[in-house]
């Protein structure tokens, strides 16, 4: 038995080798091949996710100051600034849900992601409906109790 383990006849340099370069080899083309996705897309992703609930949340940061401020009797008109893309894409505000859900819509254009942010039961007693796209350059929320 002992001699069984000290026989390394059957052990090549050139085969060992060959094999460590082939292995090397398919790890290399299985992370290039795969490098798209592990480097770009999953990053972009999270990154996409986080910025629209920024935005999502700016937009109901600002109907809430809105709310607090409100006339009883007259208007107000704000304008405000978003950014013109959101990970490479562009979006839009959809609050057309927020009286019946009390929920703002963020969703991408082009990849049809979307996230959602509460307004904390604003829109019971104020009614907020409208959509905003991030490639028009006016964005402004209007308010009029007279009617």
């Not at 709310?67 to 609050?95: F, H, M, Q, S």
């Not at 905003?132 to 402004?140: F, M, Y």
């Amino acid at each position: 038995m002992k001699n069984l383990f000290k026989d390394e006849k059957g052990a090549s340099l050139l085969f060992e080798y060959i094999l460590v370069t082939l292995i090397c080899i398919g790890f290399f083309m299985t992370v290039t091949l795969n490098s798209n996705e592990i480097f770009i897309k999953t990053p972009n992703e999270a990154v996409m996710q986080d910025e629209m609930s920024d935005v999502g949340n700016m937009m109901s940061t600002m109907i809430t100051d809105m709310y607090l401020v409100l006339p009883p009797n007259g208007n107000i008109d704000t304008g405000y600034r978003i950014p013109e893309k959101v990970g490479r894409e562009n979006y839009v505000i959809n609050a057309n849900i927020a009286y019946t859900n009390q929920i703002i819509e963020v969703i991408s254009a082009s990849s049809g992601k979307n996230v959602r942010v509460t307004i904390g039961g604003i829109a019971r007693t104020m009614p907020i409906n409208g959509t905003a796209s991030s490639s028009s350059t006016q964005h402004v929320i209007s308010y009029d109790s007279t009617r």
